[in-house]
Structures are given as structure tokens and as C-alpha cells.
């Protein structure tokens, strides 16, 4: 990586009274954040709070309709994302922006490619890839390799090369440790102790307070598109103030009770796996869910948790074994038919493969009930609003305007609109990866009580969560995945976070 030039405790950036105004709604209404070379800054803030407009205008992705930016003690206007690249400052988005059909160099040097005499470096260029690949601790990346062929991981490794391919003062992480297991956060943090040692800022954005504790230094708090609070401590403010400062009101980050312990042991099955492979990600997978009984997958990043939903669903191949929905057989490789038999899947990747975002809440929502709201085979809006306005009500999905592309929604609320979909269609099974991921503490507990709700319903619900804390306090039973084999199975209440951790890491049937 290039010499860093800034001194720690610089002061680099100054926001104030930053404005941003959408039609018919203004997203910031008088942001204020400084940041110092050398620290990691945390911004906190529910979903809509603000946080994303916000670094969408430090990344030159928006304008700003008010207010004053300072950089490095000079005014700017940061008017596209070149220009801001150019200043030092480098955006790593929650949601992946990287190119799939690219290598992982291309990728990286996206925007600033190596050229001598009108001629690509592609030696050197694969070279410095590797160096900053190393100082990530991920070698194992071939700079020639595609990045479509990346897991969601080794995606964000990539992201995270990019930032550090320039003269980066200033580096913006949206949720970086989202797609990353125990592991991969350890090796984020100890990477990014390294940069502010050098003098680079990191402005740090998570949802999970103990990460906030554990490497940043100072808090800012967004509300309603407003700075709350700021300067705060990271390591001594407390839980109970940061959830008041971002809600308003106190409240307890807790799983919603069970009813009485396996209530639902007489329940009918449900879902029924049995021995399923899909010939590389995973094999001889089985287990069954009765109905209100919730079953959690866990294990790290790459063990093919995903890949065995994926294709229970019927969106991966699979090789053996057989999947049933009370008792009739679903037809491997086929969503068509899993969702014929009653089944839905909310994916980890919401936008790109659960979303059609340019299109209205409505649509979204309705997605997989158009025949409900069709006569002969014409579509009638009036039946899909009627339909979608009451999941918006029932959901409390925020703001309750059907018609706003989905796009515009916070992250919780997109996740609100994806379980629309599913209650609306009236599942019987319930596949949920990563539910809360990307998801404030408070749109959290609303999305735990819904899915405990679906379950107390007769729902059979499957959950998937490199979180090991979600999954054990979401689940009845739970199943421990390494390697893309079972290796543990049993409830939830008689297994903890060590436990899993040391099965996940070990690999050895329990």
C-alpha cells in the first residue's frame, strides 16, 4: 500500500450540517461527523436512519443539498466518485460492488488501471494484487481468478483490496464483517489495526455492537437523517445508552420466548431432507421440520450452509437424496416446484436475488401471488395494492408507501418486504439466510418475533446464520454444519457458542 502522508490525530474530515433532500423526503437533515488519521470512527443508526445517504455523499455517489464538507482543511464539493477516490477516500458498500465477469485484478484496479504507452500492465497488476492480498491474509485468491466464482467472503476481501489499491486516507466500511465468519472478522480487525496505525481513518459501520466495541475508538449516532450524539467512548458506552441514542427508548436486544419446550414434537412433519448432495458444495444432508418447529443451520462461511437451502429450494443442483413437503416429493433442481409445494426462501443476497429493485413495494411483494390477483392472465393492480397494503400494515415495513421502488427502502425493511412476499403466499416452509443480516438492532427483534410468530403458526421454519448466538436463540433444534457435512445435531438449548465453535473448527461428529 502506498506511504500514508497524515499524522495521527489529523484532523481529515469535517461534516457539517449536511443536507440531502429526495422527492418527497429529506434523508439528512443536518448530519455532523469529524474524523480523525489514525482511529475508526463508528457510525450507529437504525435502518433509515441515515448512514447510507450519508457515505453516499462522502463517496461522491450524491451531492449534498446543505451543509459544509471539509477535507483535510480545505472545502470540497464532492461531486462523483472519481473525485473522491482521487481525495483518499474509498467506499467499501454493504451491498458487493464488485464486477463478477472481471478477475479479482481487474477488479481491484478498477477505475485506475496500470497502462504504459496505451498498453495494460497485467504483470504488475497481478503482482500488487497479490501483495495486498497477502497483507490480507488471503493468498489463497488467485489474482487471474473470476471474481463470479468467489463466495460471498471472497467478494468482500476483494472490495476491501480495491480500497487499499489507492493512497487511501480515509477508508468507509458499510457492514464489512456481514458476509465474513469468526475467522475472516478477526483477520478484518487485526487489518484494520494495521491501517489506522499507519495514519488511515476507517469510519466503521455495524450492527453488532460487540464489534464496535472491539476496534473502534470514537461514536457517532444518526436518528431521523440527524447526528444524536457524538465523541462518544466505544469501549465504555454502554449498550442501553447507544440503543436509546438510536431509538429513542430503551429496549432489550432479546430473542422472543418459546412456547413450552417441544411443543411441536407431535406436530406433523413438515419438511422432510433426506441425504441430499449436490456433488461438491455439500453431501448426505438430512433432517426434518414439523410443523412450528424453527431448525437452525450453523457453521462458518463456506461450509456450504447457503448451498444445502439453495437446493432444498431447488435453485442448486442436486445429486441425491430426496426433499419432501409433507410427504410429497419436490422435484430437485425446480423453485417451481418448491414453491407449488409451499415453500419459500428468503436468500442471503436480498437485492440481487431475492429484490427486483426498480420495481414498487407492491410488486415485490405480490411476486409470487400473481395469479391470485390476475383475470385471464391479465394482471389487476388494484387486487395486488389491496393485497401488498395489508402485508406493509401488518409488517409495520417503513415508510407504508407501496409505490416507492424497493430500492429506496432500508435494509430491514427490504428484509420486511421479502417476508411479505412469503405470508402473503402462505408457505409451509419457511427458508430464511441470514435474516438479520445488514438489520439495526431495533427492525432485529421485529423480524425475531415475526419469525417465532410464523413458527407458532404451524410454519416449519429453517434458519441460516453465521451469527451462532441468532441461530441457538431463534432455534428449537439445531444442526452444526463443517465442512458441508452434519456434525452435530440436537436442541438448541443443550449446545452454547463455544460448543458449536469447537465442533465448526474440529469437524468431527458430535
Request: include cysteine; proline fraction near 2%.
Amino acid at each position: 500500500m502506498n506511504e500514508i502522508k497524515v499524522d495521527q490525530g489529523t484532523p481529515l474530515l469535517h461534516m457539517r450540517g449536511i443536507e440531502k433532500i429526495f422527492p418527497g423526503v429529506k434523508a439528512l437533515d443536518g448530519v455532523d461527523l469529524d474524523v480523525r488519521a489514525g482511529e475508526v470512527h463508528c457510525l450507529l443508526g437504525q435502518n433509515g436512519a441515515g448512514k447510507s445517504t450519508m457515505i453516499k455523499v462522502l463517496a461522491g455517489a450524491h451531492r449534498h443539498d446543505g451543509g459544509t464538507i471539509e477535507w483535510m482543511g480545505e472545502e470540497v464539493k464532492l461531486e462523483s466518485p472519481v473525485q473522491a477516490l482521487d481525495l483518499g477516500i474509498a467506499t467499501m458498500y454493504q451491498e458487493l460492488d464488485v464486477v463478477d465477469g472481471l478477475t479479482v485484478a481487474e477488479n481491484i484496479f478498477l477505475g485506475h488501471e496500470l497502462a504504459r504507452g496505451g498498453f495494460s500492465l497485467r504483470s504488475e497488476a497481478a503482482d500488487r494484487t497479490r501483495a495486498i492480498l497477502k497483507r490480507l491474509g488471503h493468498e489463497e485468491i488467485s489474482p487471474h481468478q473470476e471474481v463470479g466464482t468467489l463466495s460471498a467472503a471472497g467478494k468482500q476481501i476483494v472490495s476491501m483490496a480495491r480500497a487499499l489499491s489507492r493512497d487511501t486516507k480515509l477508508i468507509v466500511m458499510d457492514e464489512p464483517s456481514a458476509v465474513l465468519d469468526s475467522e475472516e472478522v478477526k483477520n478484518l480487525f487485526r487489518v484494520t489495526r494495521d491501517l489506522v496505525s499507519e495514519g488511515v481513518a476507517v469510519i466503521y459501520i455495524s450492527h453488532r455492537l460487540e464489534e464496535i466495541r472491539e476496534v473502534g475508538d470514537r461514536i457517532t449516532v444518526l436518528k431521523d437523517g440527524q447526528t444524536v450524539a457524538t465523541d462518544l467512548n466505544a469501549k465504555t458506552t454502554t449498550t442501553n445508552e447507544l440503543i436509546n441514542y438510536m431509538t429513542g427508548r430503551a429496549i432489550e436486544y432479546v430473542f422472543p420466548e418459546r412456547r413450552a419446550d417441544n411443543h411441536f414434537e407431535d406436530a406433523p412433519v413438515v419438511l422432510d431432507v433426506a441425504n441430499i448432495s449436490d456433488g461438491e458444495r455439500f453431501q448426505d444432508v438430512s433432517f426434518s421440520v414439523r410443523a412450528g418447529e424453527v431448525v437452525g443451520l450453523t457453521g462458518l462461511v463456506g461450509a456450504g450452509r447457503s448451498e444445502i437451502l439453495e437446493s432444498i429450494y431447488g435453485a442448486r443442483p442436486r445429486v441425491a437424496g430426496m426433499v419432501t413437503v409433507n410427504g410429497e416429493e419436490v422435484r430437485a433442481g425446480s423453485v417451481g416446484s418448491a414453491v407449488r409445494h409451499g415453500m419459500g426462501l428468503c436468500p442471503e443476497e436480498r437485492k440481487s436475488q431475492g429484490l427486483i429493485l426498480d420495481e414498487a413495494v407492491y410488486r415485490n411483494i405480490t411476486l409470487s401471488t400473481f395469479q391470485r390477483t390476475a383475470t385471464f392472465g391479465w394482471l389487476q393492480d388494484g387486487k395486488e395494492r389491496q393485497q401488498a397494503e395489508k402485508q406493509v400494515r401488518d409488517l409495520d415495513l417503513r415508510p407504508a408507501d407501496i409505490h416507492r421502488a424497493v430500492r429506496t427502502l432500508s435494509g430491514g425493511n427490504q428484509q420486511k418486504a421479502v417476508l411479505g412476499r412469503w405470508l402473503l403466499h402462505g408457505c409451509k416452509v419457511l427458508l430464511l439466510d441470514e435474516p438479520s443480516r445488514g438489520v439495526d438492532v431495533g427492525a432485529r427483534t421485529e423480524i425475531y418475533r415475526l419469525i417465532r410468530d410464523l413458527a407458532d403458526s404451524g410454519v416449519a421454519v429453517v434458519v441460516v446464520s453465521s451469527e451462532v448466538e441468532e441461530v441457538l436463540g431463534l432455534s428449537d433444534n439445531v444442526l452444526v454444519i463443517s465442512e458441508g457435512k452434519v456434525v452435530h445435531t440436537g436442541p438448541a438449548s443443550e449446545i452454547n457458542e463455544h460448543q458449536v465453535l469447537d465442533l465448526v473448527m474440529e469437524g468431527s461428529v458430535a
